[in-house]
Nanobody, 125 residues
Framework: QVQLAESGGGLVQAGGSLRLSCIAPGLTFSSYAMGWFRQAVGKEREFVAAISWSGSSTYYADSVKGRFTISRDNAKNTVYLQMDSLKLEDTAAYYC??????????????????WGKGTLVTVSS
């Protein structure tokens, strides 16, 4: 059974940094594109970042471009999200997801096959 498990969330002051990790044991990790999504209270889930199976291509939401960096280590079945210069509006539950490739469907989340349970990021002033 495929399970994705996020970690690294927490409370951080605005302007600070956090690194999220998502491990995916049981997944043929190097065959999947990986993505990070987030959902704030009272809002729809939104795309944050995605990375191709090889790591050669990355995609970011405009709201995080230049501040967040997605990376992966296929040997460790792990994808990371380095979040710098955090803002109050980055407060949300962050979810990692695995999908069959980088497509409009996977970037929207609808095409992702597997999801983690999320980790909470709270940015304070």
């Amino acid at each position: 059974q495929v399970q994705l498990a996020e970690s690294g969330g927490g409370l951080v002051q605005a302007g600070g940094s956090l690194r999220l990790s998502c491990i995916a044991p049981g997944l043929t990790f190097s065959s999947y594109a990986m993505g990070w999504f987030r959902q704030a209270v009272g809002k729809e889930r939104e795309f944050v970042a995605a990375i191709s199976w090889s790591g050669s291509s990355t995609y970011y939401a405009d709201s995080v471009k230049g501040r967040f960096t997605i990376s992966r280590d296929n040997a460790k079945n792990t994808v990371y999200l380095q979040m710098d210069s955090l803002k109050l509006e980055d407060t949300a539950a962050y979810y990692c997801a695995a999908g069959p490739g980088i497509t409009k469907a996977t970037l929207s989340g609808a095409g992702m096959h597997y999801w983690g349970k999320g980790t909470l990021v709270t940015v304070s002033s």
